[in-house]
Every structure is written in C-alpha cells, then in structure tokens.
C-alpha cells in the first residue's frame, strides 16, 4: 500500500487531504520499519501446505517493505512545495536493518 501510495502521489494524485491522514501513513511507516523481526507466509503464501503453524522470515516481504521505505522517504504527502509537516521520515537504521537481514536471507551467489 505504502509504495503504490507513494508513487501515486509523486505521479502528482492528490489522495492525502488531511493531517491526520498524513499521521496515519507515518505511523503505517513506522510499523513496517519493523519487518525484519516479523515472521509471516510470505508473498506467496510458502508454508501454508508445509507448516501451517510455523511461519519464517520471508525475503519477499522484506523486500518490499525495503521498496516501500525507500520509496516513502522524504515523500510530501499534500505534494512538492507544501507543508515540511507533511513529509514522511523513514528512519535510515530501519532501512539498513532490513537490507541486512535481506541479504542473510538470500543465497550466496
């Protein structure tokens, strides 16, 4: 959501209107900094028929929370040359966090 939204919004859709909106997508922000401790079934949906009760670290939800930092950083919700109190901050430990256990995550080439 957080990476199509912003893409959007560079694209120059106005879909952010209020300032709790834009609270709201930063707390969205602040939540999946924290992907890479958060255990699920993945993009795709492997384990389901494995282990249904065990869910593992998965690259391709990292990934894109990676996507979506990245994407979201610095990102003026109202639009270019508005408000400073609209721009998304994207801790850039939480980014460097995610990439590193990415790169645990996926083979040695």
């Excluded at 912003?6 to 694209?11: A, H, K, L, V």
């Excluded at 709201?24 to 795709?44: C, H, P, S, T």
């Excluded at 408000?83 to 966090?97: C, G, K």
Aim: hydrophobic share 40%; charged share 20%.
């Amino acid at each position: 959501y957080l990476f199509y939204l912003s893409q959007m919004i560079r694209s120059g859709l106005v879909l952010i209107y209020t300032l709790q909106e834009c609270h709201i997508i930063q707390n969205l922000v602040y939540y999946i900094e924290r992907a890479y401790r958060i255990k699920d079934f993945g993009m795709w949906g492997q384990g389901i028929r494995d282990r249904p009760e065990e869910p593992e670290l998965s690259a391709s939800s990292i990934g894109i929370t990676i996507a979506a930092l990245r994407a979201c950083d610095g990102l003026n919700l109202f639009g270019e040359g508005c408000s400073r109190d609209t721009v998304l901050f994207v801790d850039p430990d939480a980014v460097f966090r995610n990439v590193t256990i990415l790169h645990s995550l996926l083979p040695r080439v």
